[in-house]
């Protein structure tokens, strides 16, 4: 098909960057970035505080232009289409490569209506709808903790249960890939493990990318590890060859605490 | 260790200076009641003041009767300020909105500055001014002459400064993480608004409808060169019409003798007050209500 159908590990790649920098006017934030994400797996971005991860992932699926001022080069490939392409809408590429961030952002809704979101404003007719939320809350791990009562206001969930609602909000719309920003850093570690689980589960059907700060997290959940250093790709592979045996002297340092 | 006697227990010991400060603290909170009371005080007492002479001489036949010379009610006055202040802040509403939207979610900070300090000098243009453009604008440049919906369109300049600044602070107000959150769900920017951003800035919005409401209905300057006068109750658009604070204007210059004049004066008054009252309740109650059912839902 194109030169993005690299077959990386065991499935093919779904996404994927060619050269890609971002910048402000005065400086680089991200420079030359080429990185495959297969399909089916979870790929981890670590790297110390301010190297460009939030900025990377954020880039993934366009979010990153809602921020005035900064300037994108090279390519973001969504199986095999450059997602900067001036013909491709923003909102479609949303909807194929869903976001979850730190902090859970429900909205002021219920329950229900927040994991519907995302259905509604695609037009949705009530009947799918209605299955997918389902469908989408049993999909998060949360059926246990909210089926009883769909219609409660979505605030009134404890913080692991929001940061899940909003995995089943960002599922229900069916994407390929979901990007994970840190989604556990602002979660106690009960929750955090809730998370993690889920991820598991997610990656046999979704191509996942995660940011995360906590190296133990990238060896229990990724498949693939990629360390960024100051807005630089260093080094990226299967993760467990990355902690055990990594190739670069900065990544070995990083890894064993020496910085960061 | 001994355990101290209760006397002697830390959490029983006021030294002098926590002593001074919750003295200072009730001292604080009694002082803070005046200008409290500074607020109350004339209102109650303009209220006494004003009831005190529309009452005595109130009937029905002042809400149902046209004036005639000097007797008759102020049926037309108020269906006059009623309409007014429909149309009016129906227009203002809208305007304010949008334009609120606009300057908190669509402008460059360049442009939202100039559209604030913008609606702050609309704010303090002397209504009399306004009621002179009003005049050329929409009586003579028209060709309307004298119109209910020249008056409205007036009153609502008078009142969309109101409306815009607190729609732009309630939509700025919205968290940013809310948009991000409905965008990287593929919305598009107007349904994030429309269903996220809109319900949460709404009671803020509100407050800013019934300050302008109030406004617009104490107003007399921007009617009298806009609205024209009469004593029949308005039949159209664009026919001329009467209200209520040009019924007090009018009437409470009339010579001492015709009492009747004098005391419609005040029961249009009065009728300005209670509906200022009404609207005020009956909307604060709407943007309480939604208020609740947000929080239940918000945090
Ligand atoms: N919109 C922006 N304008 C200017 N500079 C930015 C912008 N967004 C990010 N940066 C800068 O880019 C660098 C990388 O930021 P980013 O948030 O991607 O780092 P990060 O790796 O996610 O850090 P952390 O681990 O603390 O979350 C930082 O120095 C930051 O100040
Ligand atoms: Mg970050």
Redesign the pocket.
């Known amino acids: 098909m194109s030169a993005v159908d690299i077959p990386v590990g065991s499935g093919p790649t779904v996404m994927a960057t060619r050269g890609l920098g971002v910048r402000?006017s005065s400086r680089a934030?991200l420079e030359d970035i080429t990185l495959d994400f297969p399909d089916r797996m979870t790929t981890a971005i670590i790297?110390?505080?301010?190297?460009?991860?939030?900025?990377?992932i954020r880039t993934l699926n366009r979010m990153t232009e809602l921020?005035p001022?900064?300037s994108i080069e090279g390519e973001v490939l969504y199986r095999g289409q450059n997602i900067y392409d001036p013909a491709v809408s923003p909102v479609i590429v949303r909807q194929k490569i869903g976001m979850v961030f730190q902090r859970p952002v429900v909205f002021p809704m219920t329950v229900y209506e927040n994991v519907a979101f995302g259905l509604r404003i695609a037009k949705f007719d009530e009947e799918t709808l209605h299955e997918r939320v389902i469908e989408s809350i049993q999909r998060a791990a949360l059926w246990d903790q909210v089926g009883d009562d769909l219609y409660r206001p979505a605030l009134e969930l404890s913080g692991g249960q929001q940061q899940r609602l909003c995995i089943a909000r960002a599922l229900a719309v069916q994407p390929r890939v979901l990007l994970l920003?840190?989604p556990t850093a602002s979660l106690d570690p009960q929750a955090a493990k809730s998370v993690e689980s889920l991820i598991t589960e997610l990656d046999k059907s979704l191509c996942v990318i995660i940011?995360t700060?906590n190296l133990l997290q990238a060896t229990r959940v990724a498949d693939r590890t990629a360390f960024?250093y100051e807005?630089r790709l260093v080094e990226v592979g299967p993760t467990e060859e990355l902690f055990e045996r990594p190739k670069e002297r900065l990544t070995e340092e990083y890894i064993t605490g020496r910085f960061g | 260790m001994s355990t101290p006697s209760v006397s002697e227990h830390e959490l029983l010991a006021t030294p002098a200076h926590t002593r001074r400060r919750i003295l200072t603290d009730r001292l604080a909170q009694w002082l803070l009641l005046l200008p409290f009371v500074a607020v109350l005080v004339p209102l109650g007492d303009m209220i006494y003041w004003i009831s005190e002479r529309a009452l005595p001489t109130m009937s029905w036949s002042v809400l149902t009767e046209n004036q005639i010379g000097n007797s008759g009610g102020l049926h037309a006055m108020i269906i006059g300020t009623l309409t007014l202040i429909a149309l009016s802040t129906a227009i203002a509403t809208a305007v304010g909105i949008l334009a609120g939207l606009y300057t908190a979610e669509y402008a460059s900070p360049r442009v939202a500055q100039i559209g604030r300090t913008a609606g702050n000098v609309l704010a303090g243009i002397p209504a009399i001014v306004l009621g002179y453009f009003g005049y050329f604008l929409l009586v003579l440049y028209t060709g309307w002459g004298f119109t209910v919906l020249g008056g409205a369109i007036t009153l609502s300049v008078l009142m969309v400064p109101f409306i815009y600044r607190t729609s732009d602070l309630a939509f700025s107000a919205v968290p940013a993480t809310h948009r991000e959150a409905a965008l990287a769900l593929g919305s598009r920017r107007i349904q994030y608004l429309g269903r996220v951003a809109f319900p949460i800035a709404l009671p803020t919005i509100l407050t800013g409808i019934i300050l302008a409401m109030a406004l617009g209905l104490g107003e007399t300057a921007p009617l009298i060169y806009t609205a024209g006068w009469s004593s029949t109750p308005l039949t159209g658009l664009f026919s001329q019409t009467s209200f209520l604070t040009g019924a007090i204007w009018l009437f409470y210059q009339q010579p001492a003798g015709l009492g009747t004049l004098l005391a419609l004066a005040f029961q249009a008054a009065f009728m300005i007050m209670m509906i200022v009252i009404v609207v005020n309740v009956a909307l604060q109650w709407v943007a309480e209500h939604y208020r609740r059912r947000l929080r239940g839902l918000l945090s």
Do not use: A, R, Y
């Open positions: 402000t934030i790297g110390p505080s301010g190297c460009g991860k939030t900025t990377l921020s001022g900064l920003d840190e940011v700060h960024l807005g």
